[in-house]
């Protein structure tokens, strides 16, 4: 069964880090650019970063940048959203998607038709 899983969410306190694992199963995520997405209450889903197929060269969004960082685990089939120094406005629901494509390619928020289960990640300050 080709599925997409996050996981890794709880409920830290500001200042805190996180690592968010999103694994595939039934393909190999090698071969995807891979993306993560927020949405927190009452907002709009929020495109965070993408790493790259071929080369792992990765695009990490003004919001986040120099705090979130983006790994690709080949060995575990799994991309890591490592998450450092999270604040109160972190705190949302956290989804990858993989795509066929390269990141500048990647396909808008809007037009992503599919969206796993997520991830909740809370801090509290």
């Known amino acids: 069964q080709v599925q997409l899983v996050e996981s890794g969410g709880g409920s830290v306190q500001a200042g805190s880090s996180l690592r968010l694992s999103c694994t595939a199963y039934g393909f190999t995520l090698d071969d995807y650019a891979v993306a993560w997405f927020r949405q927190a209450p009452g907002k709009d889903r929020e495109a965070l970063g993408c790493i790259n197929r071929d080369d792992d060269t990765t695009l990490i969004h003004g919001s986040v940048r120099g705090r979130f960082t983006l790994h690709r685990d080949t060995a575990k089939n799994t991309v890591y959203l490592q998450m450092n120094g999270l604040r109160p406005t972190d705190t949302a629901v956290y989804y990858c998607?993989?795509?066929?494509?390269?990141?500048?390619?990647?396909?808008?928020?809007?037009?992503?038709?599919?969206w796993g289960q997520g991830t909740q990640v809370t801090v509290s300050s």
């Open positions: 998607t993989a795509e066929y494509t390269y990141c500048a390619r990647y396909t808008s928020i809007a037009e992503i038709g599919h």
